[in-house]
């Protein structure tokens, strides 16, 4: 149960696809001091977002790198 304090795994995902978005714009209008870290960083920021959608449809949090649960990654 959410209060109105709190935010969805989807407000949040949107979030980090509004840095993602910023990272990109950054890239190309040469705000970044490095154009492919900055889209690197929105690549990370976008699996970030799927991440967290996929933790609201299945109710299971996955890593934002390879998408798999902590039972399925071998560290």
Known sequence: ????????????????DALAADEERFAVNGVALIPEVAKNKAALYRRT??????????GVAVCACCHKTTAQRKI
């Open 1 to 16: 149960m959410t209060t109105t304090d709190e935010k969805t795994l989807e407000q949040h995902a949107a979030e980090w």
């Open 49 to 58: 977002a799927e991440a967290l959608r996929i933790e609201a449809r299945t």
